[in-house]
């Protein structure tokens, strides 16, 4: 099975932190996704990878950055965290193309203080 | 524009009621993919299924069952013979950039389905 994991299931972080969400997928999957997940909000995309070192912006990307220098770790970085910032972040990955769907990891729930 | 909708934010049933969820989706896409995924307490989203824009067939899987109709832009989801372990949040979503490499979903705002005993 294809396994999904992000580093740390809970972060607290300071306003003004740099932060780093980290996510590794084991089945040598060419696409990698960030997803911020929010009440009332549903998933909203920040950013995508299709390839090493290759990136798109999502439907969110203002405030974030990402990291994909190895296929299967794709990183998602806040530059400077602020509250509004507080969210469940979701990683997934999947085949090129994405039409066989994906896998989630569980989640990372950061808040910012 | 591509776009996602269910208008149902929370449904609330009692174990063995049959219950459907509603979603709605918006492409100018001829060839499209859907999902709807499972997102129980435990937080990781899990895939149900998928179905193509070429396949109306309806599909059953146990007590889950899927209406796929084009005619309306609709994809719902019925359980029948709900059960406590149903409770969780049900995601639609759709595939935009199919055809390329750079694929990717956008979700539905998610209904919350609670199934009391």
């Known amino acids: 099975d294809v396994k999904v994991t992000q580093s740390s299931r809970y972060l607290v972080k300071r306003t003004g932190e740099k932060v780093f969400l980290e996510c590794v997928q084991d089945m040598d999957h060419e696409n990698m996704f960030w997803y911020r997940q929010d009440p009332g909000l549903g998933l909203r995309l920040i950013y995508f990878s299709y390839d090493v070192k290759m990136k798109e912006k999502g439907d969110i990307p203002e405030g974030y950055s990402v990291s994909r220098e190895k296929k299967e770790r794709f990183s998602l970085i806040l530059e400077s965290a602020s509250t509004n910032q507080t969210s469940m972040y979701l990683c997934?990955?999947?085949?090129?193309?994405?039409?066989?769907?994906?896998?989630f990891g569980s989640g990372t729930r950061l808040t910012v203080v | 524009a591509q776009k996602v909708t269910q208008a149902q934010t929370e449904i609330s049933v009692v174990e063995k009621e049959d219950v459907t969820l509603d979603c709605v989706y918006e492409t100018r896409d001829t060839t499209y993919y859907l999902f709807w995924y499972k997102q129980p307490p435990s937080g990781e989203l899990v895939f149900l299924i998928r179905?193509?824009?070429?396949?109306?067939q309806n599909e059953i899987s146990g007590r889950y069952s899927w209406n796929f109709q084009k005619s309306t832009s609709s994809f719902n989801f019925t359980i029948t013979a709900s059960q406590v372990v149903d409770s969780a949040v049900y995601f639609c979503a759709l595939l935009r950039g199919y055809g390329g490499s750079q694929g990717n979903l956008i979700f539905g705002k998610g209904t919350k389905l609670s199934v009391k005993p």
């Open positions: 997934a990955s999947s085949l090129t193309g994405g039409w066989r769907g994906y896998t």
């Open positions: 179905r193509n824009s070429f396949d109306e």
